[in-house]
């Protein structure tokens, strides 16, 4: 009798603007096993992916991505759910609140100590609180320097900044580059392609 195991490997690269789209813990990996409509999902992306269509491709990985997040949280432990919906929670209010979400106003939202705070981000994403909301903030500067119409001060008003210098101090900090060329960046790449 000859037994066979088959293998198959699936490689995506998934890029997403929204970090609250899938929020998986960062905790010790978990074998998760794709069932039959799992390996479909796969093998349909793939198949999309070779024809250049884009959009099927990413509704079907969606759906992937759906069923991977239902299967892993039923594998999760009461403590790491609830750790991963406080972090959601966490997360939303910041992204919701984002020109004056501090560490503070979040986890007063909470109703927890800011270090239990801390603790929570550095578990779930390896960073601290202030790191991440300074990010999130900084994901939205770009977002508007590269399609709004609103000025540098205008930008930095609407993310909560004290002024224009101090958003373009942390925002060149951030970037490496300051605020009006990373505009013009973003402009020469909309219209040189």
């Known amino acids: 009798m000859e037994v066979h195991n088959n293998w198959n490997f699936w490689w995506f690269e998934f890029r997403c603007q929204d970090s609250s789209f899938l929020s998986f813990p960062l905790e010790e990996p ?3 096993r ?4 799992g390996f479909y999902l796969c093998e349909e992306t793939l198949d999309c992916l070779k024809q250049k269509d884009a959009k099927t491709a990413s509704c079907l990985f969606s759906s992937l991505l759906c069923l991977l997040t239902k299967e892993y949280t039923g594998m999760q432990t009461p403590e790491a759910r609830n750790r991963a919906g406080m972090f959601r929670m966490a997360e939303q209010y910041i ?3 984002l020109p004056t979400a501090t560490v503070k106003s979040t986890a007063q939202y909470l109703n927890v100590s800011e270090r239990t705070l801390l603790n929570l981000f550095q578990f779930m994403l ?3 609180t202030v790191e991440y909301i300074q990010k999130r903030k900084i994901d939205e500067a770009c977002r ?3 399609f709004g119409e609103n000025t540098i001060g205008e930008i930095a008003e609407d993310l909560g900044y004290a002024d224009q210098f101090v958003f373009s101090k942390a925002f060149s ?3 490496g580059i300051s605020p009006s060329k990373y505009r013009k960046q973003e402009y020469l790449l909309k219209y040189t392609v």
């Open 30 to 32: 978990q074998e998760i």
């Open 34 to 37: 794709i069932n039959d409509k």
């Open 95 to 97: 992204l919701q609140n």
């Open 126 to 128: 390896g960073m601290p």
């Open 144 to 146: 508007q320097l590269s």
């Open 173 to 175: 900090k951030y970037m």
